[in-house]
């Protein structure tokens, strides 16, 4: 019952754009991203919440879609500095926190 | 402000033995969040609790227990080891509630030999 991501990965090149999807069969409240940096811990990137209000770095742009029970994580000019796999999260039950199998992003110079 | 901190930072136990790890969240946050992270897969969570109180369990056998104490910190303990509980263990720590973020701490990397 986790959420979907895709891609599973992608390639980009400094400065290129990417989308990275999060998906659920189930109804979403809230999802939040994380992006881990390889033999790094996880670090928060954003919450969205239904209704439309959001917490999370400036730098970051997101969107949720209730209705389509999706998010997307929107990564532009990217840098060097994005490489990493992104986790998207939510919880189930109202208890049970689960995490997608991640995204992982690679930017070449 | 200090982050979440665990101990140890890696741990060499024995199928069949016992393991403990700890965590201290952030100052102010009352939320602690188990989550295992097996090499090269995801994190798939394991237990939360919350102003003392376990409020949910993952996919886990009972084995995997914890607990946390007066002062928000809290204790992982891992029961009767198998290679496959080999991972990362990662504590997290947030404000209450579901609508705020997690801050994660290092982790402890745990080998079952």
């Known amino acids: 019952q986790q959420p979907v991501q895709s891609p599973q990965a992608v390639i980009l090149r400094e400065g290129e754009d990417a989308v990275i999807n999060c998906s659920s069969s189930?109804?979403?409240?809230?999802v939040h991203w994380y992006r881990q940096k390889h033999g790094e811990a996880p670090v928060f990137l954003m919450i969205?919440?239904?209704?439309?209000e959001q917490k999370g770095h400036e730098k970051i742009s997101a969107s949720f879609n209730e209705k389509k029970q999706q998010s997307s994580l929107y990564l532009t000019a990217s840098q060097l500095s994005y490489s990493g796999t992104y986790f998207c999260?939510?919880?189930?039950?109202?208890?049970?926190?689960?995490f997608g199998p991640g995204t992982r992003l690679s930017v070449l110079p | 402000e200090a982050g979440v901190t665990q101990s140890p930072t890696h741990l060499i136990k024995t199928r069949g033995q016992q393991a403990t790890l700890r965590c201290s969240p952030i100052?102010?946050?009352?939320?602690v969040y188990w989550y295992q992270q097996a090499l090269g897969l995801g994190l798939q969570f394991l237990l939360w609790?919350?102003?003392?109180?376990?409020?949910n369990r993952g996919n886990f056998p009972p084995r995997f227990s914890g607990r946390q104490f007066p002062n928000y910190s809290s204790e992982l303990n891992v029961n009767a080891l198998e290679l496959e509980d080999s991972a990362l263990y990662l504590c997290?720590?947030?404000?209450?509630?579901?609508?705020?973020?997690?801050?994660f701490g290092p982790g402890t990397r745990l080998t079952v030999l």
């Open positions: 997290a720590s947030s404000l209450a509630g579901r609508l705020n973020e997690q801050f």
């Open positions: 189930k109804a979403l409240y809230s």
């Open positions: 969205l919440l239904k209704g439309g």
């Open positions: 999260g939510t919880f189930r039950g109202g208890q049970n926190f689960v």
């Open positions: 100052s102010g946050h009352t939320s």
């Open positions: 609790y919350d102003e003392g109180e376990e409020r």
